[in-house]
């Protein structure tokens, strides 16, 4: 098998637990054989290998790992959020907007919406990234969603539960109904994730609840969009579920930090549930950010990600979502860097993304910059000189 050395790496984070929260080794070099990392040392120790990448002094760090984004579907909604910019509310009534392009989309027109923003995301250094449906709204349409989207990745997320649809606007138990029972059942085959939006104007406790049971049952695991828009039960509802991740999370009461905080085990697997914030909403539709100071110094796990969607966050760049957590939510660079690797990682409970050890996938990022700070301190700069996806250069 040949190897790949990446070498004179200036600073290498490889959030491995040592050595202060990103486990940063200065002078170093990395081993890549077979998509995998198979040593990481001193540059002066390096082994011989097949080929070289000189990093040049700069900074590497694992590839993002976007734990929540919206990427099949059809449509533009830029004067929406033309109209936001000029004083109007959201309130996600939007969605519906999305529904009906979305459907009317042939497979051709979604399949090169996802390929094109898993291509934009890739670039700008998101080597894992998670796809949910939720704009089919149909059984049909839910499946085929998760079907073009598990073409692009092993993340997918069946979000049937996005909103009711126009056409179940007057009975939306009996839209539950169907999510719970013939949509599961369809969309199941293509998802590793069930998800719900809990939201007043979505779907209550005891619907969010049903929807969740009903992937569990056919062996999903659970994530909740939670506290986005104003208090509720979300949050409180995705930890009794034992979800990986609570999303969205900017209205928090004390009880609900309380609860996410008691489910952080020491490692970040098994049982934890992580609050993953979206800052690319808050910004796209100019409402408060989310408190990560409180979370994290509550000992809540925190994960950033984009929600990248065309209605509420249309960007695709964690770098950009680093940089407003720094500015907006208390983090430090180091935190938020964190939260966009290892914290994503964990939020989708894998252990072999997200950080830079051996037998880690060899996903990284080469920055155009000597450390991780430059992420949120040349905020809308592009950073990244070169991605290592499975090993390859791309
Ligand atoms: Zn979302």
Request: proline content about 5%; charged content about 20%; hydrophobic content about 40%.
């Amino acid at each position: 098998m040949s190897t790949l050395l990446v070498d004179d790496i200036g600073e290498l984070v490889t959030n491995d637990g040592t050595d202060g929260p990103l486990g940063i080794r200065r002078d170093a070099a990395l081993l890549v054989e077979g998509g995998r990392v198979a040593w990481v040392g001193s540059a002066a120790d390096a082994p011989a290998a097949d080929r070289r990448i000189d990093a040049g002094g700069a900074a590497v760090l694992p590839g993002f790992v976007d734990s929540h984004a919206h990427l099949v579907f059809a449509g533009d909604r830029a004067a929406e959020f033309a109209a936001r910019m000029a004083g109007q509310a959201y309130t996600g009534g939007g969605i519906r907007t999305t529904v009906g392009a979305t459907r009317a989309a042939s497979d051709a027109q979604l399949r090169a919406t996802v390929g094109r923003l898993r291509d934009e995301a890739l670039r700008q250094g998101t080597t894992t990234i998670e796809i949910k449906s939720g704009y089919g709204l149909t059984v049909a349409d839910e499946a085929r969603s998760l079907r073009i989207a598990a073409e692009s990745t092993t993340e997918t997320t069946f979000l049937g539960a996005h909103v009711v649809p126009a056409e179940y606007a007057d009975r939306p138990d009996d839209y539950v109904e169907l999510v719970c029972g013939p949509m599961v059942r369809a969309a199941a085959p293509y998802a590793r994730w069930i998800d719900v939006f809990c939201e007043r104007g979505a779907f209550d406790a005891d619907q969010a609840r049903a929807v969740l049971t009903s992937g569990q049952a056919l062996g999903l695991g659970v994530r909740v969009h939670a506290n986005q828009l104003g208090p509720g039960p979300g949050v409180r509802l995705g930890v009794e579920a034992g979800a990986a991740s609570v999303d969205h999370c900017t209205h928090l009461d004390d009880a609900d930090v309380d609860a996410l905080a008691g489910t952080a085990g020491p490692d970040g697997s098994g049982t934890t549930t992580v609050a993953t914030l979206l800052p690319g909403a808050e910004f796209s539709t100019r409402s408060p950010y989310p408190d990560a100071r409180r979370l994290i110094d509550a000992g809540v796990t925190v994960a950033l990600a984009t929600d990248c969607n065309p209605g509420s966050s249309y960007t695709s760049s964690m770098a950009f979502c680093i940089a407003l957590a720094v500015r907006e939510m208390g983090m430090t660079p180091a935190e938020a860097v964190w939260a966009a690797t290892a914290g994503g990682a964990r939020a989708l409970r894998r252990d072999d993304v997200g950080r830079l050890r051996v037998g880690s996938r060899a996903d990284l990022v080469i920055l155009d910059a000597p450390s991780h700070l430059h992420l949120a301190y040349r905020p809308g700069v592009p950073l990244i000189r070169k991605v290592l996806h499975d090993g390859v250069p791309r």
